[in-house]
């Protein structure tokens, strides 16, 4: 069932899933586009308390010295609740053997009121409302949550540390970041001050985004001698997601500096490589330093220097079995849900069919920009990675990526290859294309069609937005945007900004990256790093 909205006087009842949720108009925080992400957190919890929680050894040991039958159901925590639409759906459509309660909180009396009254008319008797600020009750109730979510308006930062105390051992922690443009690289400070990562501003951005998020939480838990194991993480719209468990152990803790890494990014070619910051001894419990750098001072390909970014995770994402119950419950008792044929088994599908191994990947178009040549089917390069031995697959995160375990000269002399036989030609000496068609390739780059090119149909992998402006609401208490006012004093803006003719005195920040073509005709100014620096 999709999302409905129908007025009446000052209230507007909004119909989602099994829910329907009553609030005062522009009151309190409703955003139909997260939407799917509340349909995956209803299946990932479903999927979770069936198949880890009720039948956690421990947990059922627990049971029978108590003199019970079966594990309680899940105790859920909604830190951030407002309306208080995902803890009613979570009442509705989850099992009722599987939940034993569900705790909505939020700080705000208006929200925590406009809960009361979608709890009551929706008649949840597991639901408990709670006013109080999300990060004391979390302290308060240290291991007290079997699953905690935390899904704010912008960063999760300042809700991670009391997050990974509040769940038990083994429970469910499930985190939202709508941050995305500080994640992606747009805000470098902002985004290492607050997730303790160098963000890299690249095709890969999304996926790394998430590895940082990842990073990040595993880092909070570590304090408090726990560790993280991604179930399930995706970036959709303009947020990312993961759902991770949570466990105690400190010699776990001590491996974890083997599942993160920095990354070195090309300046010129954009080829990466990563690097661990520790390695695991097989058979012990020891930790040596991680060698490198994987790259010389200069990249072997451009000859260019390198950006370095994270420290990300640079273990798996997601868990396959996990997945795979997911997709079982939406293709079966979740089918009723609004996103599930549209969105979520196309997105599922693609995150199980992702090479668990292979962080960040590259994307066609931009490598053909590279070199300035049309962009080759994708299926011809998938089959020329494929027939030079090594694995590849797509990126839930972009269309026409290419993740692999192909080192980054295969896929370059793939590029040249694909360049050559359609006669491209070298505009400029001494650029990056002219470096990158100069070399050789090493190997011979066979395009002949590879069964396990292509992929399996009858799924939609990249679906279209539902509604045209799909995107963020603005905050909760904020004026409702005026239709074209927006337009009008941006129209004013630019009809009052000063012309400034004269651009040559600005560096020309695409000539800087070997990328502007347009020689004198170009606007602004045309200087060598080198000769800049001199000067």
């Known amino acids: 069932?999709?999302?409905?909205?129908?007025?009446?006087?000052?209230?507007?009842?909004?119909?989602?899933?099994?829910?329907?949720?009553?609030?005062?108009?522009?009151?309190?925080?409703?955003?139909?586009?997260?939407?799917?992400?509340?349909?995956?957190?209803?299946?990932?919890?479903?999927?979770?308390?069936?198949?880890?929680?009720?039948?956690?050894?421990?947990?059922?040991?627990?049971?029978?010295?108590?003199?019970?039958?079966?594990?309680?159901?899940?105790?859920?925590?909604?830190?951030?609740?407002?309306?208080?639409?995902?803890?009613?759906?979570?009442?509705?459509?989850?099992?009722?053997?599987?939940?034993?309660?569900?705790?909505?909180n939020d700080m705000s009396e208006e929200a925590v009121i406009s809960m009361k009254r979608n709890i009551e008319h929706n008649n949840c008797t597991n639901v408990t409302p709670s006013l109080e600020d999300a990060c004391v009750l979390m302290m308060k109730?240290?291991?007290?949550?079997?699953?905690?979510?935390?899904?704010?308006?912008?960063?999760?930062?300042?809700?991670?540390?009391?997050?990974?105390?509040?769940?038990?051992?083994?429970?469910?922690?499930?985190?939202?970041?709508?941050?995305?443009?500080?994640?992606?690289?747009?805000?470098?400070?902002?985004?290492y001050g607050k997730y303790g990562g160098m963000p890299l501003k690249r095709v890969y951005c999304h996926e790394f985004a998430l590895r940082l998020l990842l990073a990040c939480v595993d880092s909070h838990a570590n304090r408090y001698s726990r560790y993280v194991v991604p179930l399930f993480s995706y970036k959709s719209d303009f947020y990312v997601r993961v759902f991770v468990r949570v466990f105690q152990s400190q010699r776990e803790v001590q491996r974890t500096s083997s599942r993160r890494s920095y990354v070195y990014d090309c300046v010129g070619c954009h080829s990466f490589h990563l690097q661990k910051l520790g390695t695991h001894i097989p058979d012990t419990q020891q930790i040596s330093p991680g060698r490198g750098p994987p790259v010389d001072r200069t990249c072997v390909e451009c000859g260019k220097d390198f950006y370095i970014g994270g420290p990300?995770?640079?273990?798996?994402?997601?868990?396959?079995?996990?997945?795979?119950?997911?997709?079982?419950?939406?293709?079966?008792?979740?089918?009723?849900?609004?996103?599930?044929?549209?969105?979520?088994?196309?997105?599922?599908?693609?995150?199980?069919?992702?090479?668990?191994?292979?962080?960040?990947?590259?994307?066609?178009?931009?490598?053909?920009?590279?070199?300035?040549?049309?962009?080759p089917p994708l299926q011809s390069v998938r089959s020329a990675i494929l027939n030079a031995?090594?694995?590849?697959?797509?990126?839930?995160?972009?269309?026409?990526?290419?993740?692999?375990?192909?080192?980054?000269?295969?896929?370059?002399?793939?590029?040249?290859?694909?360049?050559?036989?359609?006669?491209?030609?070298?505009?400029?000496?001494?650029?990056?294309?002219?470096?990158?068609?100069?070399?050789?390739c090493s190997v011979t780059v066979d395009f002949s069609l590879h069964e396990g090119a292509a992929l399996k149909v009858g799924v939609v992998r990249y679906p279209p937005n539902p509604e045209p402006?799909?995107?963020p609401k603005s905050r909760a208490g904020k004026r409702p945007r005026v239709e074209g006012k927006t337009e009008v004093k941006q129209k004013k803006k630019k009809k009052d900004r000063p012309h400034n003719p004269d651009l040559k005195q600005f560096p020309c920040r695409r000539f800087e990256e070997n990328q502007c073509d347009l020689g004198e005709e170009c606007r602004y100014k045309h200087v060598p790093k080198e000769e800049e620096i001199q000067s």
């Open 1 to 104: 069932m999709t999302a409905a909205s129908v007025a009446a006087d000052d209230v507007t009842a909004v119909l989602e899933g099994k829910a329907e949720i009553l609030f005062k108009k522009d009151a309190v925080f409703y955003n139909k586009v997260q939407e799917l992400n509340r349909d995956l957190t209803i299946t990932a919890i479903t999927c979770f308390a069936r198949h880890h929680h009720l039948t956690d050894p421990k947990l059922q040991r627990w049971a029978e010295r108590e003199g019970r039958d079966k594990v309680d159901g899940v105790r859920i925590l909604e830190a951030l609740g407002a309306t208080g639409l995902r803890s009613v759906r979570f009442s509705k459509e989850i099992p009722e053997d599987l939940v034993s309660k569900i705790t909505c």
């Open 141 to 191: 109730n240290k291991g007290g949550f079997d699953v905690v979510d935390i899904d704010p308006y912008g960063t999760p930062a300042p809700f991670l540390d009391t997050a990974v105390q509040a769940i038990r051992p083994g429970g469910l922690l499930c985190v939202t970041a709508t941050d995305l443009s500080v994640l992606a690289g747009n805000h470098i400070q902002a985004c």
């Open 312 to 375: 990300i995770w640079s273990d798996p994402m997601h868990c396959p079995d996990f997945l795979e119950k997911m997709l079982e419950h939406c293709r079966g008792d979740g089918g009723y849900l609004g996103t599930a044929k549209q969105r979520m088994d196309g997105l599922l599908t693609l995150a199980a069919e992702e090479l668990p191994h292979s962080p960040l990947f590259y994307e066609l178009s931009s490598l053909s920009k590279t070199l300035r040549t049309t962009c």
């Open 389 to 440: 031995g090594y694995q590849v697959s797509l990126s839930h995160a972009c269309p026409k990526s290419i993740k692999t375990t192909a080192p980054p000269s295969l896929i370059w002399d793939i590029m040249r290859t694909w360049a050559r036989q359609n006669g491209v030609r070298v505009r400029e000496e001494d650029c990056i294309q002219s470096k990158l068609m100069s070399r050789e």
């Open 469 to 471: 402006n799909w995107g």
